[in-house]
């Protein structure tokens, strides 16, 4: 079975802090992604990933950063984390090419204080 | 408004009836697909249909596409507790070197044993 594995399932950190989600996917895949969820919102797109260090900017790529220096290990990098980062975040992973699903992990659910 | 839009934002019904769930989205797409969210979970690929078929079964879930009116539903039969969940649907929209996938808002469906 293929599997998007989030380092955390809840995370509190402090406001100013220097916060690190990482994702890891076993399934070879090329794309890597990463969400935020928030309610009414849906799925809004922050940052994904064709290829080893290669990024594209999302629809809210503000005061965040990622890192894909190999090809199974995503990260996201909330540079200097802020109240309105207090999320529901979620990492998901697929094959190139646009006509395949992708599997996401559990999600991890941040509260910045 | 987003790419893709979910209708109705919520739907309760009773174990066994039927439920539909409506998605409309803007531009043209490749392919769309529906996913399920279990409470505070990740989300679990359904179906995916693509632009040049109409419809599609999978056990007790059939997706209908309407490419003239931009639309998509999915029609979950005989429904079951454990059918609640909030479910999305993404649509893929082509960029010059991949493709991105959006998320509607979702609909949170309640069955009632």
């Known amino acids: 079975d293929v599997k998007v594995t989030q380092s955390s399932r809840y995370l509190v950190k402090r406001t100013g802090e220097k916060v690190f989600l990482e994702c890891v996917q076993d399934?070879?895949?090329?794309?890597m992604f990463w969400y935020r969820q928030d309610p009414g919102l849906g799925l809004r797109l922050i940052y994904f990933s064709y290829d080893v260090k290669m990024k594209e900017k999302g629809d809210i790529p503000e005061g965040y950063s990622v890192s894909r220096e190999k090809k199974e290990r995503f990260s996201l990098i909330l540079e200097s984390a802020s109240t309105n980062q207090t999320s529901m975040y979620l990492c998901a992973s697929s094959f190139m090419g646009g006509y395949t699903e992708a599997f996401f992990g559990q999600g991890t659910r941040l509260t910045v204080v | 408004s987003q790419q893709g839009e979910e209708d109705p934002q919520a739907l309760s019904i009773q174990e066994g009836e039927n439920a539909t769930m409506n998605c409309s989205y803007k531009?043209?797409?490749?392919?769309l697909q529906w996913y399920r969210q279990n409470s505070g979970r990740g989300l679990v690929h359904l179906i995916l249909i693509r632009s040049n078929e109409r419809e599609k079964h999978s056990g007790r879930l059939r997706v209908t596409l309407d490419t003239s009116k931009k639309s998509s539903s999915l029609l979950i039969t005989a429904s079951r507790a454990a059918d609640t969940a909030s479910y999305f649907c993404?649509?893929?929209?082509?960029?010059?070197?991949?493709?991105?996938?959006?998320f509607g808002p979702g609909t949170s469906l309640s069955v009632i044993p």
């Open positions: 531009t043209s797409i490749n392919n």
């Open positions: 993404a649509t893929d929209v082509k960029k010059t070197s991949y493709d991105k996938v959006i």
């Open positions: 399934m070879d895949h090329e794309n």
